[in-house]
């Protein structure tokens, strides 16, 4: 009692001596629990510094050694930085605010280090691989099918699915992976076939709306979709195995349908050594349908992909190999033909298709730091793209096969690009961050219908941006030059600004030149049959845009929830648009002329919340789409407006190890101008109409055990199939009067493994 | 059974006419109608060269170059000239009646608005031109109405023919066969043709009789000479490649080449498409199902709505239409069942390999 006594006194008398000015103490103000690992930087009012460390167990820094007064500042993951001057040597006690952390993601895509979304100067749009699993979703075509902005289109001809986003076209959507364009049949990045994409080894989907073009280069008027591959790992060794058993509409079975079997492993080879290896198949059967005999609505098509990842870290300096493989198969079946043969046998035969595409992606990429730069980072890869599409003759009797020769029947295009680029970082003075960095693409494509049977395409590009920050104000002035062996130079200007209305509310107005560059088809194609005769033109300028975008963001607590909410309102013109054309030099002849206008304008809010174990988002978006008809005819509507909505909602059993997930979108008709014969044989401009339709993807995920996962789901709850086009006037090629959207209603069942070894 | 067209068959008709003319029977000669057969109309494949003429009840094929004649001189009352469809000929009247002075400044602007490519393009031009709803005026009607020629109706007052240009169309390989300028004069009950090159300063004539067995008496004018088409009586379908009028925009009518096309000869044959559907099938459909049916004379009865072609964004690729088939009632007034079995060649998979199938419906 004495001893305690003692001990008491002599603290209270110690204590205001050793905490004089000696330490400040860093809390929570959600529960007043001091935090430790809080980053201190003391520095003296015209920002030279002192001194700087983190809290230690007890969420204390000591002060010793510093001289009054001085700027304090504070950096936590999960707490809001704090700046504030310290007038005088005495004990401080600061409370912190918990960030928003749950719903703030950090992003890449654009950024000069990884950023959370919130203080990104872009609007970064993210979906992590939490929510693609969720969804089970093989592709990115299934994991983008609820996203606000964004709509797909399927070409059941060739099997392939396209993006628009902000209303604009796949051209201008550039596809990147870790930043590197994902080369296709269509191009270096854009007009990307999304059901070639696999997302077995991908983190996150970062989705940039407006021209990234000083970062990205050309090709990205709309935006950019960015795949994070997945490159840590936390154990030893991990492996994982996935079986997925998915219905065609009502079209079930080992024959019928579509099976997903898959394998990753991870291993930690030593301290720096790290690889990951993985392999899917997804092999779709084909829907039939209302399809008859041998034909079928939906191609069956069989998919084969690979990665590898082979990674070296150091404490300065990270490096990858990273290689994606692609093989797949489409099989289009023709409908049975009858024909006698020349002595009157009945031998029917049919015409099948097959596509072959094969995609092999090298990519190197280095990330460190030297004693003049803060960051670098450097890409080097090379990618080889082949399509084989074949024509068969199947004699049905004899079961003969024989290649067709009509024109342009077999054909191999190819596409081979290397790019190389890297960008370095400097931090003159602390409020303002400078970037450098040069970017070269080197294309080759190959193939029927390209004129002399090869193009190339070469683009050597130099850009810098900077990032000012001044009080609230962060400014991110951006140029970008590059030359062109096509068509020459491009000087593509952007500006980013953002202003924080408060810890967790930002505006964000952006201004960004975009361009597109004329595709290899454009400049070199040549079809001349006895009714088209159509070429390329070498001598076309690249598409041109100007993007204005507004966006407010806020992460707010409702009843001690985590909200967040999004406004943003986005302008693209588009000039010099690439139509097909007549040729002036030789009016037999139609070519690719630079000679439309497109613009889409819209706005989108959207909100998202966590409450305990349900998570809402609900998101509201507004397109409108140009109508160039309306230039020669001032009555008709410069735009048509089409609604879109989109909800996911997820809900956790934690005890039940059970998660149930809705997946909604609501995406509006399509509205367009064409042209119709009235009942009196006159021709008059109509309103079409591609009709609006709701998409809801449903699933259940359940543990069981330590290993196991199954989760069973339905796609395409409404079951839609097609949707109809009033929208089509006649005309040698008019097509279906309705859009394929799916093959119906389908129910999944997949069932996961993982075994991680320390 | 396979007919194949050669002109041996019809020369066979021939002796087998000779033979049949010299029996007892001095009257009318009446062959039984073919019970029907299997026939592949030699159009050539994917330029498809050639016009088919197929005479049903004698189970025969008939051929014509398509770009072996240029203008049909019209045997009915009326004085008319037709241009070439196959090849999508095109002419404009000038304001000229003397063909020695017509010269290259009185075409200027035809190149595009005789040219169906060049028409087909501006299309896609930064403006339409005005001339380009007139484009199918400068075409004959492709119904074959003979009121609504490029070339106006010959006048017996020579005064009022003016000189006309023609563009001649394109060869199946599709280049172009030349220009002309030429004149047509009424020359008692038949026609005189004057034409030459556009720069020239003469002009070649000749003169044309009507012929009442044919609608028309063809010219080829690299030569002058005339070209042998089958007898306006005997002949019920032709396969061709045809220069048709389709709308492309509220404002504009275009003309537009089709191939594989199917013309009825409209004056003397009906047509009537029969849609499969349950009971009724190509194979059960017996006399007993004529009367319900609908014919009509319209020449693209069948046309083109027999085939399915490629087209962008479809999975559909070329074929027969296989959910119809055809009843005709054929110029010896004989009902026939006509099935379409192919559009492509079975091996090579090209066009311009049709084959269809018929039968006479037994009354």
Redesign the interface.
Known sequence: MANRLTCLIIASILLPFMASGQSVTFYSSEDNINIPGVAVQISTVKGKTIKSGITDASGQFSLKGVDFPAVLKTQHLSFSPIIDTLYQRTDYRFALTPTITDLDEVVVTGQFSPQSVKNSVFRVQTINAEQIERRGAITLQEALQSQLNIRLSN???IGSTTVSLQGISSQNVKILIDGVPLVNRNGNGNGADLSQINLQQIERIEIVEGPMAVNYGANALAGVINLITKKEFKNRTEISANLQSETAGDEIGPDAGRHIQSVGINHRISDRWSAMVSGLHNDFQGYQGSATGR?Y?W?PKDQWTGTGLLKYDTENFSAFYRIDVLSELIE?F??Q????T?E?EY?P?A?D?EYKSKRFSHQVQAEGKTNFLDRYNLFASFSDFERKSS?F?N?LVTDER?L????G?QDTSTYQVWELGGAGYLKPVDNLSLQLGYQVSLESVGGGRIADGDQSNEEYAVYTSAEWELNRFTLRPGLRYTVNNNYGNQLLPAMQLKYGLGENANVRLSYGRGFRSPSVRELYFEF????H?IFGNPDLQPEKSNHFGVNFINQYKLSGQNVSSDLNFFFNDITDQI?????PAN????TY?N?NRYKTLGGTLSQKATFNKLSVSLGLSYIGRYNQINEGASDLDEYFFSPEVSSNISYQFTKLNTSVNLFYKYTGALQSYF???NDQGE???SIGEIEGYSWLDATVTKGIGQHFELMLGARNVFNIQRVNNSGV????????SSVPIAFGRSYFVKLSYNLNLK | MITKSTLKLWAAVAVLGFASACSDDDGPIEEPAAAGAVVAPAVGGPDQPNQVFVDLSAEETYVVERNGWDLGFYSGSEYRVIINNPTSAFARAIDKTDLTTVTAEDTVGMGAQLDINAIFGTLFGPQVPEWVSEATTWMDAPNGDISQTAIAAVSATESQNQVYILNRGNNPDGSNRGWVKLRVLQNGNGYTLRYAEIASETYQEINISKDTEYDFVSIDLDNGAEVSFPKKNNWDIMFSVWTNVIPFSATTSIPYSYKDFVISNTARVEVAVVEVAGDVTYDSFDFTGVGSLTFTNDYDAIGSGWRTTSSPGSDQGPGVVDTQFYVIKDTGDNYYKLKFTRLVDPVSGERGNAQFQYDLLVQ
């Open positions: 070409d059941l001809a034909t609505e191609n289009s023709g409908r033909q009858d024909n006698y020349n009157g031998q035969f015409i298709e024509q003759a004699n024989t067709t020769t009509g024109e029947d001349v049959d006895s009714n005769r139509s097909i054309a007549q040729d009016v037999s002849n139609t002329v000679i042209a119709t014969t021709e008059t401009i006037s006649g005309g040698a090629h008019s097509g279906g």
